[in-house]
């Protein structure tokens, strides 16, 4: 079972073709990038499908971030994943950002709650509260960096994301994990949601109001 998975909300541009039958990622990119992601994404797909001797016609689904993020970076993957999966005709999954961060985290051997946690500006974080097992403890929430402490469960925590730095505090047994601290288009393809297989387009993730409003077919999306 193909999937091809991106990701574009943060600070990167992330592709992966997996096999989720055996778990074998077939092809994989990634380049870290601020601007960019609309003109990237499209070569980048094709960059790995290519690899893979085009398998277009062997894909199951597609597979997407959705937020939070910044609004183009969100609008970007999930445009893309939404067209992908209109025009081969098959579902699109998806799985939030801190989510996929959360999932980074390989080695938990004391079976911590992982935090996953997003320098998002203007002096807050996206930040979201995991068991050992991935389950969500919290909602995803936008909160002041001064007030994210008050959002991590009592006792040792692992910590990942590019906000974790806030928050780390040995004393308190809140630990900074050896984890990557963005999304992976591999993670994503392994692990996003697909029994039963999402009906519906996926919709983003925002947890703060926008600046601006987009133009456009997907001008229904607003900004973080």
């Known amino acids: 079972m193909l999937i091809l998975a991106l990701d574009t909300c943060l600070q990167a541009c992330s592709v992966a073709l997996c096999d989720r039958a055996s778990g074998e990622v077939l092809a994989h990119r990634h380049e870290i ?4 992601q609309a003109e990237a994404m499209p070569q980048m797909a094709d960059e790995v499908m290519t690899e893979h001797g085009d398998p277009y016609d062997k894909l199951a689904f597609m597979a997407v971030t959705r937020g939070p993020g910044s609004f183009t970076g969100v609008r970007i993957g999930l445009g893309f994943a939404r067209a992908m999966g209109t ?4 579902p699109v999954t998806s799985m939030t950002t801190l989510e996929a961060i959360a999932r980074n985290v390989a080695h ?7 935090a996953a946690v997003v320098d998002a500006r203007r002096g807050e974080v996206f930040m979201q509260v995991f068991d050992a097992g991935f389950a969500p403890l919290t909602e995803a929430a936008a909160v002041p960096v001064e007030e994210a402490a008050a959002h991590l469960p009592p006792g040792p925590a692992l ?4 906000g974790a730095q806030f928050l780390h505090d040995e004393a ?3 630990i900074l994990a050896d984890a990557n601290p963005a999304p992976d288009a591999r993670t994503i ?13 996926p919709e983003p993730l925002y947890l703060r109001a926008p600046d601006a409003k987009p133009q456009g077919p997907l001008a229904n999306i607003t900004e973080s």
């Open 33 to 36: 990038m601020e601007r960019g």
């Open 87 to 90: 025009l081969l005709e098959i």
């Open 108 to 114: 938990n051997g004391e079976r911590m709650p992982v």
């Open 159 to 162: 910590l990942v994301g590019s």
């Open 172 to 174: 308190m047994g809140r």
């Open 189 to 201: 393809a392994l692990h996003a949601p697909i029994d039963p297989a999402p009906q519906e387009l």
